[in-house]
């Protein structure tokens, strides 16, 4: 497959999802650039350590502010998105793999309740059909 047609791929993919769909998908785009920042630090590539923590901050600050505020639990969900942030930004500027371990840990945790949440929806979608 080109890149291009990859490319063309992945844009149809973002555009046809579901907003749970694209929850998740933000969820998997920030651990992926924890961990390409954390393999970067191991491996003395400060450059791109410092590039992929900005798009895991900048994918974190995406999910704080898509939050619904209506909901009482939007605000644990937020408390938890300024720690991940808050974690993303000390490892960027001291260049250090443990906050790093602490961000993903959340943020895996998180993925993995969406995912549970996203299967409770579609249930609930299917069982009133």
């Given amino acids: 497959m080109s890149y291009e047609a990859l490319n063309t791929y992945k844009q149809n993919t973002v555009l046809t999802a ?9 969820y998997e785009g920030a651990i992926k650039f924890m961990k390409i920042a954390k393999y970067s630090i191991e491996n003395k590539d400060l450059e791109r350590a410092h590039s992929s923590l900005i798009r895991a901050q900048d994918i974190i600050l995406e999910l704080n502010y898509s939050l619904d505020m209506n909901y009482e639990i939007s605000n644990d969900f937020r408390s938890l998105y300024d720690f991940i942030h808050e974690k993303l930004v000390d490892a960027n500027i001291n260049k250090e793999i443990q906050p790093i371990d602490e961000a993903l840990e959340i943020a895996e945790e998180m993925k993995e309740t969406w995912k549970e949440v996203m299967k409770q929806i579609k249930l609930k979608v299917y069982q009133s059909k």
């Fill in 18 to 26: 579901t907003p749970e769909e694209l929850t998740l998908m933000l």
